[in-house]
T-cell receptor, first 115, second 105 residues
Framework: KAGVTQTPRYLIKTRGQQVTLSCSPI?????VSWYQQTPGQGLQFLFE???????NKGNFPGRFSGRQFSNSRSEMNVSTLELGDSALYLC??????????????FGPGTRLTVT | KNEVEQSPQNLTAQEGEFITINCSYS?????LHWLQQHPGGGIVSLFM???GKKKHGRLIATINIQEKHSSLHITASHPRDSAVYIC???????FGTGTSLTVIP
């Protein structure tokens, strides 16, 4: 099976702009989670989508939003970009076909630089 | 307050040494994850633990649910083990700050 893919891999934006990042999960995986990683804060949970519904949300401002499509692909959007949004954005997918803890499979990430 | 504490933050070892990375957490969990991140960013899930011990090659992970503590051991360390190791707990993942491991030939 192909792994989790994220596009684009690198992105440079200017303050005030908006950006959309895309994530394609492993085939058959229905849950997609998004994470932000910065040198100062480390890894932080953004949100999780399952069957096109946001199930959980981390402690991020409303400028950060996402959605999931019927084919489980997901996008996240950041509006009115700030310098502090420069980070590696990681997407992870999991199967969630049974109860209990589940393993997540991470994509390579999108490195966003805001200037 | 950090829900997940990892130690040490940085670790340098000689090739062949036995390595231990520790993780303590304060939240209730159903599972704990050990992740590996190489330079460049990609994250690989090494272990998912609910109890006891798991082994994969030279890597061993243990967890003590009562003490809310987990350890990741690397036996016979190799330069290719050089990476950041991250402990994560909770359904939405509370993350440790990571342990940066460098193994010197």
């Amino acid at each position: 099976k192909a792994g989790v893919t994220q596009t684009p891999r690198y992105l440079i934006k200017t303050r005030g702009q908006q950006v959309t990042l895309s994530c394609s999960p492993i085939s058959g995986h229905r849950s997609v989670s998004w994470y932000q990683q910065t040198p100062g804060q480390g890894l932080q949970f953004l949100f999780e989508y399952f069957s096109e519904t946001q199930r959980n949300k981390g402690n991020f401002p409303g400028r950060f939003s996402g959605r999931q499509f019927s084919n489980s692909r997901s996008e996240m959007n950041v509006s009115t970009l700030e310098l502090g949004d420069s980070a590696l954005y990681l997407c992870a997918s999991s199967y969630l076909g049974r109860p209990g803890p589940y393993e997540q499979y991470f994509g390579p990430g999108t490195r966003l630089t805001v200037t | 307050k950090n829900e997940v504490e990892q130690s040490p933050q940085n670790l340098t070892a000689q090739e062949g040494e036995f390595i231990t990375i520790n993780c303590s957490y304060s939240v209730g969990i159903s599972a704990l994850h050990w992740l590996q991140q190489h330079p460049g960013g990609g994250i690989v899930s090494l272990f998912m633990l609910s109890s006891g011990k798991k082994k994969h090659g030279r890597l061993i992970a243990t967890i003590n649910i009562q003490e809310k503590h987990s350890s990741l051991h690397i036996t016979a360390s190799h330069p290719r083990d050089s990476a950041v190791y991250i402990c994560a707990v909770g359904g939405q993942f509370y993350f440790g700050t990571g342990t940066s491991l460098t193994v010197i030939p």
